[in-house]
């Protein structure tokens, strides 16, 4: 495999539910990245992960936890969700988080929370 | 903090030029990004600008003022499958910040 990948493709969860998005990129990036995707809004940078620390984080509620057990993968957390936070989430990889470098993104996880 | 405008719909006919616009206003600057993304599918680069002037991608040219906070997006000999969404991104910091889309139609 090549690029960025995020697994599952679609999520149907209830707000009491605990979940995990999972992304794994195969370029050898040093930076990995969650987004959030809303109908007609851009997107909404949540979390920045440098070298597998975190070096952002957007002001996201506390029901979204972020993981990133080493430089290749990047997990998300979902617990409690509301209603509000169905959207896609893209994942996404570039070579450094601190210089204008090329971002590549996942397909995205469709999330429905109910 | 980060104010990305650019226009929410273009429509345009096969074979013809677009030109979407991006200004932006922003705390620091480490070049500008378009990324195009189809629905449902991930955004995909076109172009990075770093330094003023045009940049010249085969049928995808963009431009770049800094002064201005202002950058386009060329697409010309349009074809169908260009109907997307066309996202100006800054880059800044750690943060790579998006606009809202354009979204482009082309009509046959």
């Known amino acids: 495999e090549t690029g960025v990948t995020q697994t599952p493709r679609h999520l149907v969860m209830g707000m009491t539910n605990k979940k995990s998005l999972k992304c794994e990129q195969h370029l050898g990036h040093n930076a990995m990245y969650w987004y959030k995707q809303s109908a007609k809004k851009p997107l909404e940078l949540m979390f920045v992960y440098s070298l597998e620390e975190r070096v952002e984080n957007n002001s996201v509620p506390s029901r979204f936890s972020p993981e990133c057990p080493n430089s290749s993968h990047l997990f998300l957390h979902l617990h409690t969700l509301q209603p509000e936070d169905s959207a896609l989430y893209l994942c996404?990889?570039?070579?450094?988080?601190?210089?204008?470098?090329?971002?590549?993104f996942g397909q995205g996880t469709r999330l429905t929370v109910v | 903090g980060q104010n990305i405008d650019q226009p929410t719909e273009m429509t345009a006919t096969e074979g013809a030029i677009v030109q979407i616009n991006c200004t932006y206003q922003?705390?620091?600057?480490?070049?500008l990004f378009w990324y195009q993304q189809h629905a449902g599918e991930a955004p995909t680069f076109l172009s990075y600008?770093?330094?003023?002037g045009l940049e010249e991608k085969g049928r995808f040219s963009s431009f770049l003022s800094r002064s201005k906070g202002y950058s386009y997006l060329l697409l010309k000999e349009l074809q169908m499958k260009d109907s997307a969404s066309y996202l100006c991104?800054?880059?800044?910091?750690?943060?790579?910040?998006f606009g809202a889309g354009t979204t482009v139609t082309v009509r046959a």
């Open positions: 996404a990889s570039s070579q450094a988080a601190d210089s204008g470098t090329e971002a590549f």
């Open positions: 922003t705390s620091g600057f480490n070049g």
């Open positions: 991104a800054v880059s800044n910091d750690y943060k790579l910040s």
């Open positions: 600008n770093v330094l003023d």
